[in-house]
């Protein structure tokens, strides 16, 4: 089981410290999110201050941008990193890409399966030297003269790894996608119950197999009372959106998504984490100091369904967490 960093929120100026750190300690990729800044930027930081993990964005907003947007910062990031780059993409959820994007995000699940598809034509354009020719629901592109192609780097395309949570965007995943980037806000009777069987539907309607599939699972870890802390305010902030309600329906927790809603709608913000009891947080989050015991508790939750782990916490303790991946590898 390979170990991913996740990079998150931090000033553009400490990325490549940061990620450099990272790969010091041994971790197999260094992801960055879109969450403070440009995710692309913060990848190519990333990319020039190391030599050895992948480089991913995990994740990049995906409908506030064309497919043309996407494929050509994708296409210089796997230069620039030497063939390590994945192009990690979202949906996001309905409030941001409208009110703070300004951007349109009806169907959803139907605009990321053509997202995909449409990198993959102009892809297969770029490599061939060939006409670019798609004609989407959404998107329109058929117009690639020479002048415009970009230069060839010979490292091949960046895999598209696409985020999903509810069962229609997992479909999609599973039908188009080469990964699954999944959420934090999971838990190990979610991945099986309602992840897996969604992603193989998927892969049956496209006629592909489970090895066709790259499944990350993302994992919060703390170390102490203040990363517990952080993941409980991260947990009721995730609890709050209706995307998200599923997974605690799931465990009987649909009361406190409509508490935890409420609050977010009447800018109760500070009083959310007091409703995420202990039980209840350590359904989503691994907690202890002991390496090989948290990293048991990990492969108890995902073992034998993620091929990678993406560790994600609050201030987190990055050499504990190095001897965490250890573990997880052996």
């Known amino acids: 089981m390979l170990v991913d960093l996740t990079l998150r929120a931090l000033p553009l100026t400490d990325v490549a410290v940061a990620a450099s750190r990272a790969e010091a300690l041994g971790f197999d990729g260094v992801g960055v999110t879109e969450s403070t800044g440009n995710p692309f930027l913060a990848a190519a930081q990333v990319a020039t201050a190391t030599s050895r993990p992948r480089v991913s964005t995990g994740i990049a907003l995906a409908l506030p941008r064309t497919p043309m947007d996407l494929a050509y910062t994708a296409w210089d990031l796997q230069a620039l990193s030497g063939g390590r780059f994945a192009l990690g993409l979202g949906s996001q959820v309905r409030a941001h890409v409208e009110r703070r994007y300004g951007a349109e995000w009806t169907r959803p699940a139907a605009r990321m399966r053509e997202q995909v598809l449409a990198l993959r034509a102009i892809f297969d354009a770029w490599e061939s030297g060939g006409p670019l020719s798609f004609e989407g629901e959404f998107w329109t592109h058929t117009l690639m003269p020479p002048n415009f192609r970009p230069h060839p780097h010979g490292f091949g395309r960046p895999p598209v790894l696409l985020a999903a949570v509810r069962e229609r965007m997992l479909e999609v995943v599973g039908e188009v996608a080469d990964g699954l980037l999944g959420h934090s806000l999971q838990t190990a009777d979610g991945l ?35 990363g517990w802390e952080g993941i409980r305010r991260r947990v009721a902030f995730y609890g709050s959106t209706p995307g998200y309600r599923q997974v605690l329906d799931l465990h009987g927790l649909g009361g406190l998504h409509e508490q935890l809603h409420a609050l977010s709608r009447s800018g109760g913000w500070d009083a959310m984490a007091g409703l995420v009891d202990d039980d209840a947080l350590a359904l989503f989050a691994v907690r202890g100091t002991d390496p090989a015991a948290v990293a048991a508790e990990i492969r108890a939750r995902v073992g034998g369904i993620a091929d990678r782990v993406a560790l994600i916490g609050e201030s987190p303790d990055l050499a504990l967490w190095s001897r965490i991946a250890t573990s997880l590898r052996s």
């Open 192 to 226: 099986r119950e309602i992840t897996l069987p969604a992603l193989e539907r998927g892969l049956e309607r496209a006629g592909r197999s489970r090895e066709d599939l790259e499944i990350t699972a993302a994992v919060f870890v703390a170390s102490d009372d203040a």
